[in-house]
């Protein structure tokens, strides 16, 4: 299939061949042309799907068709959880949209309103945002989202467990209740059906790879290792396997910075990027990591959620994440666009319960090879990792401070403000 049988206009199919795409990807097929027919899409996908073009080239085409108000309204609004998603969206709206005259911008928490105030008031046709520093500026009255067409939730599950389901909700009480409604999730949870049900309208579901599954083009593998060799292991792992671009996921803020400082002083060219990090830094650091000045990017779940780097060889999951969707999200980001990765797992035997959560949901043995030297102690402790750092409580709204920590303030037209909550996991 080519990307001209999917109905989009000549200005479309010129951005999309000028970035070098020949043939649309899974998503991309099955989710543009009930876009382009108006219809609602409930969308299983995860990031390297290509979902992003798959909602933004048919909004693109849906809004240069339609009629122009002189005022330019924000007429589809695009919220996202992180910043960096927010972002990478925005890059992708300007490239698909270069021979296009609409207008779009981003807004996310953490840094100046001014300038995002100032790019709303020229009039915009998309606005890519994220749910705090949305309602903000809404409560201060700088934003109208009363013409808004169409609605895309992006990564829907990372939402809800960033916490932002109260925000979400306040934000569709100011949206006109006729519009188009787009939903992208990685995983169908309950509370995600749930959530589908209350704002679609008879969407078509569309899926890139089945629901919960992980990619086939990802070898996993995993590695037994006493947790206090892990720093050594890696290292290990990474200089004499000679890697040049490696995604580690640690599970808490502090864990990135330890590892990273280890990796440095054993001369691996590494950056930690999380919730703690200034938005300067995490930009420098991908930047860095994108154009190959840094072998290692030590990250927690929240800070790589929706990074585009794309073709990523190597994953490793320093530490087993405690949420089981998080693993099929980390290890989507290798076996990119088709090609193979490897993912794996460095696993303490304080983490069993967490390789037993993760096994049921991918319902697979993930395959284990010992690495002599670094197995654990086998009477070591299999009690799971101490409170604190265990299952969090899903409706604690554990993971929201971290991403989008933009204040609140004004007169709150979404009703009563949510406590401010600090916990330091991610
Ligand atoms: P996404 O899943 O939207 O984050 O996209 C993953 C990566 O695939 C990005 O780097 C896109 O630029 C790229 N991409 C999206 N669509 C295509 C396509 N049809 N052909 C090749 N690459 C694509």
């Not at 599970?251 to 002083?265: C, D, F, P, W």
Request: charged share 20%; proline share 6%.
């Amino acid at each position: 299939m080519s990307f001209n049988s999917l109905g989009l206009s000549d200005a479309l199919l010129k951005a999309i061949s000028k970035k070098g795409y020949t043939t649309p990807s899974p998503i991309q097929q099955k989710a543009i042309p009930p876009i382009l027919e108006g219809k609602d899409v409930l969308a299983s996908a995860q990031t390297g799907t290509g979902k992003t073009a798959g909602f933004t080239l048919p909004i693109l085409q849906i809004l240069a068709q339609g009629k122009h108000l002189s005022q330019r309204p924000i007429r589809a609004l695009i919220l996202t959880p992180t910043r960096e998603l927010a972002a990478q969206i925005l890059a992708n709206i300007k490239e698909y949209g270069e021979f296009l005259d609409i207008r779009s911008t981003v807004i996310f928490g953490g840094v100046n309103q001014n300038p995002q105030v100032a790019q709303l008031r020229q009039g915009i046709d998309i606005l890519v945002a994220t749910p705090g520093r949305l309602i903000d500026l809404q409560n201060q009255g700088l934003i109208s989202l009363s013409k808004v067409e169409i609605l895309v939730l992006d990564e829907a599950d990372r939402m809800l467990d960033m916490g932002f389901l109260r925000d979400i909700e306040r934000i569709m009480k100011v949206l006109p209740p006729k519009r188009q409604n787009l939903m992208f999730s990685a995983t169908f949870s309950r509370d995600i059906k749930k959530l589908a049900m209350g704002i679609l309208n008879k969407p078509v579901q569309v899926e890139a790879t089945p629901e919960n599954t992980t990619v086939e083009a990802i070898v996993q593998k995993v590695y037994p290792c006493a947790k206090e060799k892990k720093t050594e292991l890696i290292i290990k792992l990474i200089t004499e396997g000679n890697w040049q671009q490696i995604l580690v996921f640690t599970r808490t803020k502090q864990g990135a910075n330890k590892l990273t400082e280890s990796m440095i002083s054993a001369g691996i060219k590494a950056a930690a990027i999380h919730g703690n990090k200034g938005q300067g830094a995490r930009t420098k650091a991908l930047a860095g990591f994108k154009n190959g000045s840094l072998t290692a990017l030590v990250a927690t779940d929240i800070a790589a959620r929706g990074l585009d780097i794309p073709l990523l060889p190597h994953v490793v999951n320093f530490e087993l994440p405690n949420i089981p969707e998080d693993y099929v999200h980390r290890i989507g980001r290798t076996g990119r666009a088709g090609a193979s990765g490897e993912a794996i797992s460095l696993f303490s035997p304080d983490e069993t319960t967490f390789l037993r959560d993760i096994e049921k949901l991918v319902g697979l043995r993930l395959p284990i090879e010992n690495i002599a030297g670094f197995e654990p102690d086998p009477k070591a402790s299999t009690q799971p990792i101490k409170q604190g750092q265990g299952r969090p409580q899903r409706s604690s709204n554990p993971r929201k401070s971290s991403t989008d920590n933009s204040s609140r303030s004004g007169n709150n037209s979404f009703g009563p403000r949510r406590p401010n909550q600090n916990n330091d996991r991610r």
